[in-house]
T-cell receptor, first 111, second 115 residues
Framework: GESVGLHLPTLSVQEGDNSIINCAYS??????FIWYKQESGKGPQFIID?????DKRQGQRVTVLLNKTVKHLSLQIAATQPGDSAVYFC??????????FGSGTKLNVKP | NAGVMQNPRHLVRRRGQEARLRCSPM?????VYWYRQLPEEGLKFMVY????????ESGMPKERFSAEFPKEGPSILRIQQVVRGDSAAYFC?????????????FGPGTRLTVT
């Protein structure tokens, strides 16, 4: 079956540094990907998305890179802030809006 | 524009009881999805519904679990005869009808504890 996994379960960064969170996906037919942020006790919050016909997309302080050759997705957060501390999930969409989520990476921002 | 609403936020049930989780999608959204999340894990897809139709229930356990999204009212996830292993956070998400964007908006979740 499809699976989405993350290389690093926990990432600690210093405030102001850039963060990179990685994600591997297994289904080459997936055509849409989303990064979600989940704070403790809350539901996932949309950060940024990318379609399979793109390899890079930028938002405010965030960039998502997609490498379809190796089925790899990354989220870059510039100038990481304490408010960025959360668990980050990548999710891939295969069909009918059904998403498969990875197990998450916990980002810990040290002041 | 209110977001996705879920209630209750916390639900405690004894083994063998029934749990009913409610989800009201965002205004204008007619697609609803239910996910389950165990502690320290990602979200696992359970079921995808449109009004009065179950589109994909491939992630739902075959027994004790059911879901509906009636023409009027919220979507309901029902768990009968709950067991301790059902303890988890259950999230509902919605997306707009005929959206080409596919983004799903999540509710705050219902945390079910089975004692």
């Amino acid at each position: 079956g499809e699976s989405v996994g993350l290389h690093l379960p926990t990432l600690s960064v210093q405030e102001g540094d850039n963060s990179i969170i990685n994600c591997a996906y297994s289904n080459s037919a997936s055509d849409y990907f989303i990064w979600y942020k989940q704070e403790s006790g809350k539901g996932p919050q949309f950060i940024i998305d990318i379609r399979s016909n793109m390899d890079k997309r930028q938002g405010q302080r965030v960039t998502v890179l997609l490498n379809k050759t190796v089925k790899h997705l990354s989220l870059q957060i510039a100038a990481t802030q304490p408010g960025d501390s959360a668990v980050y999930f990548c999710a891939e969409n295969l069909n009918f809006n059904k998403f498969y989520f990875g197990s998450g990476t916990k980002l810990n921002v040290k002041p | 524009n209110a977001g996705v609403m879920q209630n209750p936020r916390h639900l405690v049930r004894r083994r063998g009881q029934e749990a009913r989780l409610r989800c009201s999608p965002m205004k204008g959204h007619s697609h609803v999805y239910w996910y389950r999340q165990l502690p320290e894990e990602g979200l696992k897809f359970m079921v995808y519904l449109q009004k009065e139709n179950i589109i994909d229930e491939s992630g739902m356990p075959k027994e004790r679990f059911s879901a509906e999204f009636p023409k009027e009212g919220p979507s309901i996830l029902r768990i009968q005869q709950v067991v301790r292993g059902d303890s988890a956070a259950y999230f509902c998400a919605s997306s707009p009808k005929d959206s080409g964007h596919y983004e799903q908006y999540f509710g705050p979740g219902t945390r079910l504890t089975v004692t």
